[in-house]
């Protein structure tokens, strides 16, 4: 058993109280008090697509895989060649690119 002795009450409407629970369920909450628990302890809570955070990981995994078969060859041949360097800088680009559409989007949390 919990040892929250005290209870707070809120009242809202039947649509402020469908907002409330549609934002809970957008949050992934299924616990209504620890949802408004959050809420009021925290300040906000944030929901993000991790979309780009996946697309980020695959990118960085496939980069660090070539990375390693270049090194493996220029190691064997003693050389490396030019298009490979390409490629990496060409995928740590669109890491960079897509680290900072995430930063964006976190400082325009409000």
């Given amino acids: 058993m ?3 002795e005290f209870v707070i009450r809120l009242r809202v ?11 809970m369920e957008q949050a992934g909450m299924k616990n209504l008090s620890g949802y408004m628990r959050r809420l009021v302890l925290n ?7 991790m979309t780009d955070f ?8 496939i980069s660090s895989n070539n990375l ?9 041949t003693g050389s490396i060649y030019l298009a490979d360097i ?7 680009a669109r890491v960079i690119e897509l ?3 995430i930063l964006d989007r976190l400082n325009a949390v409000e």
């Fill in 99 to 101: 680290l900072g559409k």
């Fill in 2 to 4: 919990s040892n929250r």
């Fill in 13 to 23: 409407t039947p649509e402020e109280l469908a907002q409330v629970k549609g934002r």
């Fill in 54 to 61: 996946k697309e980020i990981l695959r990118l960085v995994s």
């Fill in 43 to 49: 300040g906000y809570v944030i929901n993000m697509d």
């Fill in 86 to 92: 390409k490629e990496l800088q060409k995928s740590h």
């Fill in 68 to 76: 390693n078969q270049y090194a493996r060859r220029a190691n064997e």
